[in-house]
């Protein structure tokens, strides 16, 4: 009986061909990676090389990685078909925005530029030098493009289709600060006057004093909101759709509950919106509409759209003299607000939704260390006045 061949084994031959009357010489060699489940047949991999020394170096490094059961068998499917079958895939439980984002990244920057590539045949320097040429992007627009290819690649790696993440290691432009445009009280105020009266008269209010997101505000229904205990759950933000085009509401964008305590004046405006709303149901009658119970609809208790809502906001600002002040910079009057008050930075993280108290003093420290400086002043003038006593 014939002696089968050990995983790693592997040979090496020397070969002569003849083309137009003239011979060629050049190395061989096989090495067996293992067998075919179904076949029980040897499964083997070929390399060849104009030099003995260079054959031999290759088949000794796949032999190394399968005496280790480190080796992946080379894939020949191209960077374009691994991510066809990744967002058809791996992405059914992704939002359906983030699952928009990364459908057009891919269809936009990376399959026309690298979709042609072997998937075992992608390098480092390769995709180093592809995030180096994103032109006409900003910093923040190439680390997302980045992001989308690294976690499609590491989905390869963990299907063993390839045995490294090529754009592990690579490094995409540094994270640009978006600067912070906060509200002053002036501007708060003015803002709170023109919106008075208006349909997002207690949205805007809510907003500015509890730092909710747009999406968590058009999310919140009756059942999270507790009048007596003076709190908001936030459990959920409205999505309007999944990667399946299903579901009205997601999880928050930390993935985690947080409730709120806010001050009692926000209570009052959500019990101010319950009385809007009772009467806006009575207009409607029959055509109202809110099995969800949502705390901010329009008039015939369906949702509102972030569009929707964001177009006339734009109009309040301008109204108000505050032209180019967006719905999200209420969030971080919020927070700079709630700096100012003294509320600790653990506080704000969780009140915020933050994953981590470092994301938060990393996005709004400088206004900290402003207020550092402010306390320092106060505390100078306060040993003056004790060393004059």
């Not at 933000?237 to 409730?259: E, M, V, W, Y």
Request: aromatic share 8%; hydrophobic share 35%; charged share 25%.
């Amino acid at each position: 009986m014939a002696k089968r061949a050990a995983k790693g084994a592997g040979s090496i031959h020397k070969r002569t061909y003849t083309r137009n009357g003239k011979q060629y010489t050049y190395w061989e060699a096989r090495v067996t990676t293992g067998r075919d489940p179904l076949t029980g047949k040897q499964v083997q991999r070929t390399f060849s090389g104009k030099t003995q020394k260079e054959v031999l170096e290759k088949m000794q490094a796949v032999a190394v990685e399968v005496s280790r059961g480190t080796y992946v068998p080379p894939c020949k499917m191209t960077v374009g078909e691994w991510l066809d079958i990744w967002q058809r895939e791996y992405l059914g439980n992704a939002k359906y925005n983030t699952v928009r984002i990364y459908e057009n990244n891919i269809r936009l920057h990376i399959k026309p530029v690298l979709g042609a590539v072997r998937l075992d045949q992608l390098h480092p320097h390769t995709v180093q030098a592809f995030i180096n040429r994103l032109d006409g992007l900003s910093p923040q627009s190439v680390r997302m493009v980045y992001q989308v290819l690294r976690t499609a690649l590491e989905k390869a790696v963990d299907l063993e289709y390839i045995p490294k993440n090529p754009a592990a290691k690579c490094t995409p432009p540094k994270k640009a600060q978006k600067e912070i445009k906060p509200l002053d009280d002036t501007q708060a105020a003015a803002l709170l006057a023109a919106a008075k009266g208006t349909e997002l008269e207690h949205i805007v209010t809510v907003a500015l004093f509890t730092g909710m997101r747009i999406s968590e505000l058009l999310g919140l229904t009756w059942d999270s909101v507790d009048m007596e205990r003076g709190t908001i759950t936030i459990d959920k933000q409205l999505s309007h759709f999944n990667a399946q085009k299903t579901a009205l509401f997601t999880t928050p964008k930390s993935g985690k509950p947080r409730t709120l305590t806010p001050a009692p004046a926000v209570m009052q405006e959500l019990k101010a919106q319950r009385r809007r709303q009772l009467e806006m149901q009575l207009r409607a009658g029959p055509e109202w509409d809110n099995p969800h119970g949502l705390v901010f609809t329009n008039a015939t208790g369906r949702n509102l759209f972030t569009q929707y809502v964001n177009n006339h906001f734009r109009a309040l600002a301008e109204a108000a003299g505050l032209e180019g002040v967006r719905f999200h910079d209420l969030r971080h009057t919020y927070t700079v607000n709630a700096i100012r008050a003294g509320d600790d930075i653990k506080t704000i993280q969780c009140n915020l939704g933050h994953a981590t108290a470092a994301f938060t003093l990393d996005k709004y420290g400088h206004l900290t260390d402003s207020m550092r400086q402010d306390s320092a002043a106060r505390m100078e003038d306060f040993i003056k006045d004790v060393l004059e006593l």
